[in-house]
């Protein structure tokens, strides 16, 4: 989807006038060089608003476009409450309060300026009152106290978006970290006058936590356990409101040359995120989703209840982990969304590996010099079991984050290696994987399809024959030891 947005001409009255504020606030501002008077119109809580629209709302990963008309509307977003059961990761489901039936609710787009006439409507087989927070409020409780609403009502209050920005919004009914935590939150984005500047995808990301009296991964319907909450030990970490949300089919998609806008949110309700992209760096950053732009940063901390614009360039084709840097939560708890870009390769730009050689230690260090035989010599074949155990500590390090320690992989994400037809039917296509990746390439195990992206890990001869006899005698697979001098023969080839 391409997205115009208007350019903003500048007299040469303005641009002093912008030297003039950028040499006393030395920083550079939302939308580059805006302000209201040079908009052409009057401050933004005393512009007048001339006519009335609802806005499309959008769930994530969509964002809805922007407005073509800069004059301040009013603008009408109707929110239905509803609370309902759905998974939050494959075999578990939990009982989520919602804005509009997901998690996150709906992406709210209106402009700097805009009157917002919100309408809060609980549904009546809800069975607790809710409200509605906006971070972009100027006024109490950010709209909580005028929009709690019981089941069966609806609610309704106006504001003026006076501060362009990315925001929040939440319940915040008592026990207010509950009602976050159980999935009640979204993002509002209030476009600065003269519009942000132009970007051919935009993404909507929320991350968000979830406490659950079963360990992760213990299947069935999970209450809510108020304990871990208020001990900040989530089971779940996530995008967009379940495991695997923004993973494999339903990743993040864009072309080589797409300039990317990523709306990020932070729910919290307590963890603060150190949001990032492998292998991307975020050249334009709204930091916090405010005013001030950062340039040239690959992890953003967003904080519990905030959000940040980042912006890049996408480069080079491929499947980019979007995560949260607190590592173990993107590999264990589901704090894990792909972007996959399609386009030509540009080597100058990344090579990919260009070698793999025998090294020899410089002179005069302790290790000495040696020829590679002696380095490397042709090891004997060692026993089955010392095989297996090899392959099982170098599995543990190189293959369970995606596969899991179970060898049951991720629906949709990473395929199952246990009774896999795939890995079991011949033992030269695990070696030509694991000497060579995959790169995004369609592959079929077990009759469901995986779009795979798997990197070169590196490995000797030697390493990919234990690993390959470990996978291929556990989880109920049999075969016989895999051998170095089988993986050799197919690296030359
Ligand atoms: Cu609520």
Redesign the pocket.
């Known amino acids: 989807m391409k997205i115009a947005y208007l350019n903003l001409l500048l007299s040469r009255a303005s641009v002093i006038r912008i030297v003039l504020l950028l040499a006393v606030s030395a920083c550079i501002t939302f939308a580059g060089c805006h302000s209201n008077e040079k908009a052409g119109g009057p401050a933004a809580d005393t512009a007048a608003v001339s006519g009335e629209y609802s806005p499309a709302l959008t769930f994530a990963p969509n964002v809805p476009p922007a407005r073509s008309s800069a004059a301040p509307k009013k603008v009408i977003v109707d929110i239905d409450?509803i609370e309902k059961v759905m998974k939050l990761a494959d075999g578990v489901d939990y009982t989520f309060?919602t804005f509009g039936g997901k998690v996150p609710g709906p992406f709210i787009r209106v402009q700097e300026g805009d009157e917002v006439e919100l309408h809060l409507n609980n549904n009546a087989n809800n069975k607790?009152?809710?409200?509605i927070d906006l971070h972009a409020v100027n006024g109490p409780g950010g709209g909580a106290e005028a929009t709690m609403t019981v089941p069966g009502h609806s609610s309704v209050f106006r504001f003026r978006a006076l501060n362009p920005g990315l925001f929040v919004y939440h319940?915040?009914?008592a026990p207010v970290g509950m009602?976050i935590a159980?999935g009640?939150y979204g993002l509002i984005l209030v476009t600065p006058r003269g519009g942000l500047s132009y970007a051919d995808r935009e993404f909507y990301i929320m991350q968000g936590e979830f406490y659950t009296k079963g360990k992760n991964g213990e299947p069935g319907l999970q209450p809510f356990d108020m304990d871990k909450a208020i001990k900040e030990q989530p089971e779940y970490v996530v995008f967009n409101g379940s495991v695997n949300s923004t993973t494999g089919a339903n990743a993040l998609q864009a072309k080589v040359g797409d300039r990317v806008r990523i709306y990020a949110g932070n729910a919290g309700p307590n963890l603060v995120s150190s949001f990032h992209v492998i292998g991307q760096v975020f050249d334009k950053v709204y930091m916090e989703g405010g005013s001030q732009v950062n340039q040239n940063v690959a992890t953003m901390l967003i904080p519990a209840g905030g959000a940040e614009i980042v912006e890049f360039t996408c480069k080079e084709p491929g499947t980019y982990n979007i995560v949260d840097h607190s590592i173990f939560r993107a590999f264990n708890q589901g704090a894990l969304a792909q972007l996959v870009v399609t386009g030509p390769a540009d080597k100058k730009l990344y090579s990919g590996k260009l070698a793999d050689e025998f090294y020899n230690a410089p002179a005069g260090d302790d290790a000495g010099k040696k020829d590679k035989a002696a380095i490397d010599p042709p090891a004997p074949e060692p026993s089955f079991a010392d095989r297996f155990k090899d392959g099982h500590t170098l599995f543990e390090s190189n293959c369970s984050g995606c596969h899991q320690a179970t060898g049951l992989g991720l629906p949709g994400s990473f395929p199952p290696l246990a009774k896999s037809d795939f890995l079991m039917s011949r033992q030269d296509k695990g070696v030509g994987i694991l000497l060579h990746g995959i790169n995004n390439e369609p592959i079929t195990v077990n009759g469901k399809h995986f779009q795979g992206v798997m990197p070169q890990l590196s490995l000797t001869d030697d390493q990919i024959a234990s690993i390959l006899t470990y996978v291929r005698n556990s989880w109920g697979n049999k075969s016989d030891a895999v051998k170095a001098s089988d993986v050799k023969k197919l690296r030359g080839q």
């Open positions: 409450v309060w607790m009152p809710h409200n319940c915040a009914t009602h159980n009640m």
